[in-house]
C-alpha cells in the first residue's frame, strides 16, 4: 500500500474514527462520504465520530493460508466485529488462543503493527481486537 | 422478453494447468463453438463480441477482445473486454443478451478466457484478492478463503449445518468431474480426504476451495428467429439478471445469505416466469463449498438453512430434487475466472440437449439455470434457459 493512501486512512486506522449520517443516524467504520441509505441527504452532513472500540465477534476464522506480508503470523485469528455503536468492521483477533474465539465474545480495540509494506519495508499501524477486559483499551486514545 | 435469445453453438477448452496460452486456449474454446453449430456457420455472420475476463496477473490488460478475435480469424468486427471479476463471461453474457434484444445485432459471439497459471503462488494470491475490498479486509489479513470462512462459520453457527455437508458438496463435484473429460480435476474423492486436506481458513481446508485454473468457453448467440437456421435444437434464453453489494463483507446485513443472488434469482424468475422448483439443473458458484450451500438457499431450491442438510441427503445430486453442478462445479471442473460464466453455459448447452457424458446426463432436463458470482458477492449474474 502507498504512503499517501495510508495517510489518507490514518485517522481511522489510528483512532476508529468513523461516521454518522446526519440525516438517518446510521453509523459507518470505516469512514463514508455519503450514507448508502440516505444518498444526496446526506452530502455534507456525514459527520466524524469516535467509537468506543468495543464489540462483540459477528463470525470468526483462523487463517492458515496467509497472503504475502502475512506469512510471519499464520496461523491468525479474523473476525468481523459488531462495534457497540453498531457498525461493523473485520480485523484480527489477538493475544488468546485462536480456539477461545467464539461467536458472541466480548472484544476490544487495540493498536498494533498491521504488517509490512512488501517491497519498500514501510511498517503499518492500526487496529487489532483483543478479548475485553485484558487491558486498558487503544492507548494512548483519551 | 422471454426466450427471445438463442444459443446456437457451445464451446470449451479443457479447464485445468495447462501449457498453452490465451490466445490458443481462446482458439480451442471458439472452433470447438463453431464446430457444434449443428447446420454450420460461416464465422462471417459474427458481428460483435463480447469477451469476458480479468486479465488475471495484469497481462494484456488492455485490447484483449480485439486480439482474441483477430487471432481467430474474425478481424474487424467490434469487440470488447467485459471485466466483472469472477462473473465477468456471464455479464458478456448478459450484455449480449441486450444488444441481441435490441434487434440492432443478428449472430454475436460470448466468450471467456484466463490464463492463471503463469503466475508465482504470491502473485497469484494478491491477484486472487484484488475483487474484495482492498482497504478494510485485505489489510486485516483476508484471504479469499477466508471471507468464506467467515460465512460458513456463521452459517454453521446460525442453521446447524454441518462440516460434513460442506465437504459432501466437494464429494458430489469431484465425483461429476470425473466423468467431464473437460474437467480440471479428474479423480472421485472420498470425504476423509476433505476434512484432512491442510486447513485454508477454519472451517474450510484445500479441498472446500476450487482450484486455480487456465480455460476457455465460447458461445454463439443468435436472435430467436434465425437460431432454426443453425440448428434444430436451440437452448433459449429465458432470463438474464444481475445484482451488486457491498464489497466488503463487514457491511452487509447478514452473511448467511448473499442478497445479490436472491435479488437476481427474484428478477430472473420472475422473467422467465418460472419458480425455482421448475427449474431441472443448476450451475452454481461454489468456489468454496459453502458458497454451494448457501447459493441453494439463496437461489430459492430449499428454504434458508436447509442447504447443508439438502446436500447430505443427497437432494442436489442427479435424480434428486434438482442436479446442481453436473459439470463439476467451480470446485471441480475448475475456475477460470473470465472464463467460468460462459462455461457455466456450455454445461447447460449440452445438458438441454442431452449431449452430456452419460454418468452425469440429466434425463429429460428442460429447463436450467446458471449463478455466477464476483468477488464473495458484490456481483452476482442469474440466467435461466429452456430447451
Ligand atoms: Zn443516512
Known sequence: MAIPRFWREIDSRYNLVGTRCGNCGDIDFPPRSVCPKCGRKSLGKMERLQLSGHGTVVSYTVVHDAPSGFEAIRPYSLAIIELEEGARL??????????????????????????????????????KFRPSGKAPPMEGQD | MAGEVAIVGAGQS?????????????????????DSVDKGMDPRQVQEAFVGSMSFGGGQLGNLAALMTEQVGLTHIPARKVENACASSSYALRDA?????????????????????????????????????TEWERLAGTTFAGLYALMASRHMHEYGTKRESLAQVAVKNHRYASHNPKAHFQRPIKLEQVLEAPMLAQPLTLYDSCPVSDGASALLLTRAELAKSFTDSPVYIQASSGASDFLALHDREDITRVDGTVKAAKEAYRQAHLSPGEVDMAEIHDAFTIGEIMALEDLG?????????????????????????????LKA???????????????????????????????????????????????????????
Open chain 1, 90 to 127: 473485520t480485523s484480527q483477533v489477538i493475544d488468546c488462543d485462536p480456539a477461545e474465539i467464539g461467536i458472541g465474545m466480548p472484544v476490544e480495540a487495540v493498536f498494533r503493527k498491521l504488517g509490512e509494506e512488501g517491497e519498500s519495508g514501510i511498517i503499518h499501524y492500526g487496529y
Open chain 2, 14 to 34: 479443457r479447464f485445468g494447468v495447462l501449457k498453452e496460452g490465451i490466445k490458443s486456449l481462446f482458439a480451442q474454446a471458439f472452433f470447438e463453438c463453431l
Open chain 2, 97 to 133: 443478451w441486450f444488444a441481441l434484444h435490441s434487434g440492432m445485432l443478428d449472430v454475436v459471439l460470448v466468450a471467456g478466457v484466463e490464463k492463471m497459471t503463469d503466475l508465482p503462488s504470491d502473485r497469484r494470491r494478491y491477484w486472487l484478492g484484488v475483487s474484495g475490498d
Open chain 2, 301 to 329: 431450491f430449499c428454504s434458508k438453512g436447509q442447504g447443508g442438510v439438502w446436500t447430505l441427503e443427497g437432494r442436489t445430486e442427479i435424480g434428486g430434487d434438482i442436479a446442481v453442478n453436473t459439470s463439476g462445479g
Open chain 2, 333 to 387: 471442473k475448475g475456475h477460470p475466472l473470465g472464463a467460468t460464466g460462459a462455461g457455466q453455459v456450455v454445461e447447460v448447452f449440452k445438458q438441454l440437449r442431452s449431449e452430456a457424458e452419460k454418468a452425469r446426463q440429466v434425463s429429460g432436463a428442460e429447463v436450467a439455470l446458471t449463478h455466477n458470482v464476483g468477488g464473495s458477492g458484490a456481483t452476482v449474474a442469474v440466467h435461466i434457459f429452456s430447451r
